[in-house]
Every structure is written in structure tokens, then in C-alpha cells.
């Protein structure tokens, strides 16, 4: 079983920064990716990004247009999530997800809330 503890969520003002983290209980070098989902009160959990341990290839959703930036550092098996020019459409709860296939684990989720 992996731990994850994310952080770093709260209110912040349309057009602000928030910098989010995960922190794994267990080593991150080994994973197939690790990636950031948010999740709106009745709605479908969406992919934000994803990296892979190495942090060379990233991916992102089409909604993040240049935004949002994922890193990874190896050394403390952490993940961020650095997010500017926030909207209140970046509302909800950020989880992170580690992967090592074939298992996948959650974390318990951090709130982002962009006021207009």
C-alpha cells in the first residue's frame, strides 16, 4: 500500500498562483507515472497532468492551455503541481495518483478554490 499525502490547496483570487504537492511513502523512481486529477461535486474526475518518474515526457489536459506546470523530484518522492492564472473554473479537488502498473493508488485530496 502507497501513501500519498497531497498539500498546498486553498482560496486564492482569479488570476493567482497555488503550488500543490504530493508526498509518496514509497519510492517514486519505480513508477509508471504519477499524475494530478481534479474533481468537481457531481461531476467526472479529470485528468490534469501526468509525468513519468524520469520527468521527460508530461502531458497535460487541453484545458490548462500553458498554465499549469508537473515536476517530480526523485530525491523526495514528491510530486508539484505549480498552477498560475487560476479561474474559478480551476475549482475543486486536486488527487494525486501513483501508478505502478498494476496497481494505482490515491491520495485523499486537496481543496482548490478560485474565487471571482
Known amino acids: 500500500q502507497v501513501h500519498l499525502v497531497e498539500s498546498g490547496g486553498g482560496l486564492v483570487q482569479t488570476g493567482g498562483s497555488l503550488n500543490l504537492s504530493c508526498v509518496a511513502s514509497e519510492s517514486v523512481e519505480s513508477i509508471d507515472y504519477m499524475g494530478w486529477y481534479r474533481q468537481v461535486p457531481g461531476q467526472v474526475r479529470e485528468k490534469v497532468a501526468q509525468?513519468?518518474?524520469?520527468?521527460?515526457?508530461?502531458y497535460y489536459g487541453d484545458f490548462v492551455k500553458g498554465r499549469f506546470t508537473v515536476s517530480i523530484d526523485n530525491t523526495k518522492n514528491t510530486m508539484y503541481l505549480h498552477m498560475n492564472n487560476l479561474n474559478p473554473g480551476d475549482t475543486g479537488v486536486y488527487y494525486c495518483?501513483?501508478?505502478?502498473?498494476?496497481?494505482?493508488?490515491w491520495g485523499q485530496g486537496t481543496q482548490v478554490t478560485v474565487s471571482s
Open positions: 495518483r501513483y501508478v505502478r502498473l498494476p496497481d494505482f493508488y
Open positions: 509525468i513519468p518518474s524520469g520527468g521527460a515526457v508530461t
